[in-house]
């Protein structure tokens, strides 16, 4: 199973750009990187995904580079409202055989004024 | 409108009681999954269906039961609760599309079980 390693937390400032790393050595051909954010009291919810490079949309971007082993979940310009635990699954395209179902325990971010 | 709603939210009950959460998802997704949360926000999958089948399941004790009525609906039982079982459950569905992007899971807003 592609198993991934993230820090367990992180502090930054209002402000600053925040890189949170995710580690997949494992990871296979056929999968991709997805990250989830996740707030108090709610259910993760879909950030950014790619396969390898670079992916850019309104809220964050992610590097990939090319040998695809890890990924980084770049978020500019942090407010005190990303303070959340941050997921990055590594995850197949085919239905029905999604290969890493287990979130592990994502990177608590927290965000100081 | 909530894509995936699950109810109660708040769920306290005593040991040895059998409890339901039910899960519905008004996204068309083909397949619906639980996922428990634990204090250490660790989120592991429990049950997966797909088009009501029964597609994974994890090593679960037998005391939870999912049953799926229909694509649209996952709900989850749970016989003789534990104080172990106290945690969030979280459902979610998920799609995917042929040659498309994936959107990954949506997630529901979870149940959190308290056990006393």
């Known amino acids: 199973l592609a198993k991934t390693t993230q820090p367990i937390s992180m502090d930054s400032y209002e402000g600053q750009e925040v890189n949170i790393t995710c580690s997949h050595n494992?990871?296979?051909?056929?999968?991709?990187i997805t990250w989830y954010q996740q707030f108090p009291s709610q259910g993760p919810r879909f950030i950014i995904q790619?396969?390898?490079t670079k992916v850019t949309n309104e809220v964050a971007s992610l590097f990939i580079p090319a040998d695809r082993k890890s990924s980084t979940l770049s978020l500019p310009r942090v407010s005190l409202s990303d303070t959340a635990v941050y997921y990055c699954?590594?995850?197949?395209?085919?239905?029905?055989?999604?290969?890493?179902?287990?979130f592990g325990s994502g990177t608590q971010l927290t965000v100081l004024p | 409108d909530t894509a995936v709603s699950q109810t109660p939210k708040y769920l306290v009950t005593q040991m040895g009681n059998d409890k339901s959460i039910k899960c519905e998802q008004n996204?068309?997704?083909?397949?619906m999954y639980w996922y428990k949360q634990d204090s250490k926000k660790f989120l592991k999958i429990m049950f997966s269906?797909?088009?009501?089948?029964?597609?994974i399941n994890e090593t679960v004790p037998n005391r939870f039961s999912p049953k799926s009525p229909d694509k649209a609906h996952l709900n989850l039982h749970i016989n003789s609760l534990e104080l172990g079982d106290s945690a969030v459950y979280f459902c979610?569905?998920?799609?995917?599309?042929?040659?498309?992007?994936?959107?990954?899971?949506?997630f529901g807003s979870g149940t959190r079980l308290t056990v006393v």
């Open positions: 979610a569905s998920r799609t995917w599309l042929q040659g498309g992007r994936d959107y990954g899971y949506t």
């Open positions: 494992n990871i296979a051909t056929n999968d991709y």
């Open positions: 790619g396969y390898k």
């Open positions: 699954l590594v995850d197949s395209i085919s239905s029905g055989s999604a290969r890493q179902l287990t």
């Open positions: 996204l068309g997704h083909d397949t």
């Open positions: 269906y797909n088009n009501k089948e029964l597609i």
